[in-house]
């Protein structure tokens, strides 16, 4: 039977490097991975490309083409690997549950947990209430603790308030342990 994942971290913690490894594996064993991206999320321009940090990139398909898609296309894969789930409706999310339990392809989501105020993000809600499987991507704060919280920075300065989504800066978050992100600590400067 086909599961639903959730494998959630804070920014700069390879989510997406992971979710590109996950559709690599497929490949590399004869098997079809189709990525998914969120529409929001358009870092790369108009192509739905996922890249990573870390130099690597592959094609993919936006989440509004993806809806479109009907079962017999959806199940001419053997995975469905979906990176920035966070930003997903959580009725897209339902959909996932559905392809998994219906279609018996698997859906392997890639997102954070939760938004620079440290509240789920829907999409991330709906996979904790229906993920069959749940897995941490654990990345350190500067002290060295497990970071969980991804601070919003502008100026050197721990952001409070502002729009949930902000999409286009890795550059203006930093993964936090809870206690250096309520003391607005950013550590030693660099
Ligand atoms: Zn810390």
Same mark, same amino acid.
């Given at each position: 039977m086909a599961k639903l994942y959730f494998r959630y971290g804070t920014m700069n913690s390879s989510k997406t490097a992971n979710a590109l490894m996950v559709a690599f594996n497929y490949h590399e064993r004869g098997k079809k991975a189709l990525l998914v991206k969120p529409v929001t999320d358009n870092r790369e321009g108009t192509d739905p490309v996922i890249s990573s940090r870390i130099g690597i990139s592959m094609p993919a398909v936006f989440s509004t083409d993806f809806a479109q898609m009907t079962d017999e296309q959806i199940c001419a894969y053997d995975c469905i690997v979906v990176d920035?789930?966070?930003?997903?409706a959580p009725e897209e999310i339902d959909r996932f549950a559905d392809i998994a339990d219906r279609l018996n392809v698997p859906v392997i989501c890639y997102g954070l947990r939760t938004d620079f105020q440290a509240r789920l993000f829907p999409g991330s809600r709906r996979l904790f209430e229906l993920a069959d499987q749940i897995e941490e991507i654990k990345t350190i704060c500067w002290c060295g603790r497990k970071a969980i919280i991804n601070a919003r920075i502008m100026n050197g300065k721990i952001l409070t308030d502002g729009p949930q989504v902000l999409i &286009? &800066?890795?550059?203006?978050y930093v993964a936090l342990c809870r206690k250096h992100w309520r003391a607005g600590d950013l550590g030693p400067r660099k």
């Open positions: 920035e789930c966070q930003f997903l &286009g &800066g890795n550059d203006s």
